[in-house]
Structures are given as C-alpha cells and as structure tokens.
C-alpha cells in the first residue's frame, strides 16, 4: 500500500497481486483460527472435518501467494524496465499523474533520477528550466536550503531511484515468501491440534434396531 503509486514504474500491474493475496489469506487465517479456537469446546466430527478443510484453503492461498510473490521477485529487474520512460515525461505539474508519481517516491525513497541526479540532464524538463534545477524532491531534507540547484549537488539525495525501487519491493517480496514458510508451520501444529481432538473425541456406537 505505501507503494501503491509505482504502479507506473512496472511493465505488469499484477506485482501487487502477491500482496493482495497475502491480505486475503492472513485475514482467512485470523478467521480459521477463531473457529478452531471455538471449535475446542465442541465434539463434532462435522465441524473438526470443516476446520480441517479450511485451513487446506489457507495453504493454497499462502502457497499461490508465494509462488507469485517468487516469479516476481525473479523477474523485478526486467519489470522496473519503464522507469526510465516514466522519468522523461515529467513536467513538474502537480496536476499531472506521472509528474505527482515521480516525486512522491523521490520523497519516500530518498533518491534522485533513474541512476543518480546527473540523468535530469538529458530529460527535457531540465532543458524547459534553463539547465539549472531539478525536481525540488531531489533535495536531502536535512538541508533546508535546498533548491534543487546543480551548483550544490551535495544537497541532493546521491542515490538512484531504480535500485532503491528494487531493494523496497524486493523486501516486501522475501517478506511474503518467508511469511508462507511461518504460516506453513502455524497450519501443522493446528492440525496436529486438531487431530488431537479427534483422537480424543468417543465414537458413537450404533446398533441394529429390532424388525
């Protein structure tokens, strides 16, 4: 969701799918487990078979979830790709999507330019400003006197948007993997909680009613 405005900057707007997916199932795995935890004070077979068959779906969301979350992370280079063509359309505008996009993430991630701040030198942006100043979110918010001038470079944010872009989603992407491999673990210890209480539970016996 914090980076839900760089869409743009993706050749394939389903990279959030695997994080939609992991929201779906954490939500679902809350809900399975409040039933579980009712489903402790009652002897029903029917009930103990549902719980197992929901948690079967909350593997197969996890499962999905960091199977996409995986592919993605494999290819995320090759889908930062238009980054740069999303750079060169700036105008500044604040009324514009792209203009608004690119300096909303130079804010948020600290950086300046796809590579570094020298690559506003080739945007016709920076030739419309007279070749003297850059997006005024390329400055380092430490420094208060910032303009965004090429004369005090050292007031700029040094790194490049592209790695930092890839490092963000990158994390998030590890984060949704991993998460699958803790949620794998919370799944067989409520199953085996669950097969606990069906050992435990009587059987009825049923006999032949008399003709």
Request: charged share 10%.
């Amino acid at each position: 969701m914090t980076y839900r405005q760089n869409i743009l900057f993706f050749s394939e707007s389903f990279i959030t799918l695997p994080a939609f997916l992991a929201l779906c199932s954490a939500a679902f795995l809350v809900a399975t487990g409040c039933f579980g935890s009712w489903l402790s004070h009652r002897d029903s077979h029917c009930l103990q078979g549902l719980f197992v068959y929901l948690l079967v779906v909350v593997f197969c969301l996890e499962s999905t979830t960091s199977a996409l979350a995986y592919y993605h992370s494999v290819k995320l280079d090759s889908e930062i790709a238009p980054i740069e063509e999303v750079f060169q359309k700036y105008t500044g505008s604040s009324q514009d999507l792209i203009s608004r996009t690119v300096d909303i993430t130079q804010e948020e991630l600290q950086c300046c330019g796809v590579h570094n701040y020298t690559d506003w030198m080739e945007y016709s942006w920076f030739n419309q400003t007279g070749g003297v100043f850059l997006p005024h979110s390329c400055c380092n918010t430490t420094f208060s006197s910032c303009n965004g001038t090429l004369d005090q470079p050292w007031q700029l944010y040094p790194e490049g948007c592209q790695l930092k872009l890839d490092k963000a989603f990158q994390f998030i992407l590890n984060l949704i993997i991993l998460g699958f491999l803790l949620v794998f673990l919370i799944q067989v210890v409520l199953l085996l909680t669950a097969a606990q209480l069906m050992k435990e539970q009587q059987f009825l016996n049923y006999q032949v009613l008399p003709d």
